[in-house]
């Protein structure tokens, strides 16, 4: 079928919902589901800008387009201008949101008026210290209070809502985190006790929760937010009255209202230019780059010839929390295309996964797959592998960081916290992912080569002054927000 063809058919499909929008974005996520085409994704966001759609039914079905189709590598059109056309929807629905809100919770809040010993670290979960993002916050959080800031995580938990909104799209994706209700807590990760305000959305009360939220940030009133990860609709109301820096988790901005963006990594040239492609008109970028001196790995160099198998087979590891959900069809087929050419090969899954587990236990070779379940100490199971393999999805990055410290090569897709580990590590495409294996398994200079790379990066991860970075970036957020305040008195008097 041409792209013609199949245009004319879906229009045909839409067209028989007869205004009811809600039932094609129902239907359009099924066919999503089916055929794996992005020019379906485009759809979907069309009937989600022309339409009186729900903003909040909006936004989940824009973080379950985005979780889906990079789990399943369906391209959503690629590049910057795809992007920025799906952020401006994005951004729309969040200004739907805000106009439900009292004008008196949005009114500006001035940088004199603002505590500028205290900052706000949002985020869409807190989970475990092997999570990428959580690791992340506990970092900010640990360097923030050095340079004397009172620090609180806010967390916006979207999981009771995903539940309760599950039959408005084919399949939904629910976010994981500490506790699924509205509380007050304190939590101890790598020994650093950390205040956390943790707001649940449920499909009813959400408007009454959001004005809970906002008014927590109000009332404590900080210097500016740190929204780590993105699409977090506590960040992007409060980006109304005051300054939120949004901190993506992966090689390119997210979706955000947030008019910082922070770069934790160092880029120039081409790559800086493609990056800021990313960015629309109203947005600064920040570098900060930081190390993680809050860790769950260690050094165990010297055990891991003890470790390894005693056999000549090679070990591929996939590691992660969300197994069931990351690890796809396709990712498994890729697998089977690498086993099937090298009878050396395993492939070793590592986290709770028993829905995989099940999936795989009907293949013919199932023997050649084997499952770890939950590690406690994630670095010593991992020191068995060879080559870290990993599935299309944005996260991953604490496995990845463990990875560099045993000194076993990565291979993966771009844009996700796990590609930020190294350029020399990303393919272009899960097509590329069985002959790359090859090469590791039978190029042993090659291989020698990449176990250095990562050793090299694991350096450049850990000799950083990351206290001094954020320091640094403190006193540019200031003088950015004090020349933004400038330009709005100019605007005020003409």
């Known amino acids: 079928m041409t792209q013609d063809e199949k ?75 795809n992007f920025l ?34 900052v706000i670290i949002t985020s869409r979960a807190l989970l475990s210290e092997l999570h990428a993002p959580t690791m992340i916050i ?31 799209i084919y399949y939904i994706t629910v976010d994981n985190n500490l506790t699924e209700e509205t509380q007050l807590f304190q939590t101890d990760h790598f020994g650093l006790h950390i205040n956390v305000c943790n707001i649940s959305f ?16 109000r009332i404590n009133n900080p210097e500016f937010i740190i929204d780590v990860g993105g699409e ?33 990594f160092h880029c120039e040239g081409e790559k800086e230019d493609i990056y800021n492609s990313y960015l629309t008109s109203a947005q600064r970028v920040f570098e900060l780059v930081t190390g993680n001196e809050l860790s769950s790995t260690g050094d165990i160099m010297g055990e891991m010839n003890s470790l390894k198998k005693e056999n000549d087979k090679f070990i591929i590891l996939v590691v992660g929390n969300r197994l069931d959900s990351e690890v796809s069809e396709e990712f498994v087929d890729i697998l089977d295309v690498v086993l099937s050419a090298e009878p ?91 002959e790359l294996v090859k090469r590791y398994i039978h190029d042993e200079e090659f291989m020698r080569e990449q176990q250095n790379y990562c050793a090299k990066q694991n350096k450049l991860r850990t000799k950083v002054d990351s206290v001094g970075n954020v320091k640094k970036f403190c006193e540019e957020i200031r003088e950015y927000i004090l020349l933004m305040e400038g330009k709005m008195h100019e605007v005020n008097t003409i």
Do not use: W
């Open 7 to 81: 245009s004319n058919a879906l229009n045909d499909l839409k067209s028989c919902m007869d205004g009811d929008y809600a039932g094609e974005i129902y239907l359009l996520s099924y066919l999503i589901y089916i055929l794996r085409d992005e020019s379906i994704i485009k759809m979907m966001y069309d009937v989600m800008e022309s339409n009186d759609i729900d903003p909040v039914s909006a936004l989940n079905c824009i973080h379950q387009i985005g979780s889906f189709a990079f789990s399943n590598s369906i391209n959503n059109g690629g590049g910057s201008e």
């Open 85 to 118: 056309r799906d952020n401006d929807i994005y951004i729309k629905m969040v200004d739907k949101i805000c106009s439900n809100i009292s004008g008196g919770m949005l009114e500006y809040m001035p940088y004199e008026k603002r505590n500028r010993n205290k």
């Open 138 to 168: 506990c970092n900010l959080y640990n360097y923030l209070q050095k340079l004397g800031y009172e620090v609180i995580v806010l967390v916006g938990y979207m999981g009771k809502l995903q539940k309760e909104k599950k039959n408005e």
């Open 202 to 217: 449920s499909a009813e009360n959400f408007y009454q929760e959001l004005d809970m939220a906002v008014n927590y940030v």
């Open 232 to 264: 977090n609709i506590i960040a992007d109301v409060c980006s109304k009255f005051t300054t939120v820096c949004s901190y993506p988790c992966v090689g390119t901005p997210v979706h955000s209202a947030a008019p910082v963006v922070i770069r934790c």
């Open 344 to 434: 050396q090969v395993l492939v070793e899954f590592i986290g709770e996964c028993n829905g995989l587990k099940d999936r795989i236990s009907k293949k013919d070779n199932k023997e050649r797959y084997i499952f770890h379940g939950y590690a406690r100490n994630l670095q010593e199971a991992m020191s068995v592998g060879d080559l870290f393999v990993n599935p299309p999805r944005t996260g991953g990055g604490t496995a990845a960081t463990i990875a560099l410290k045993n000194r076993t090569p990565i291979v993966t897709l771009d844009n996700c916290d796990v590609a930020l580990r190294g350029d020399g590590f990303v393919c272009e495409s899960l097509e590329q992912y069985p």
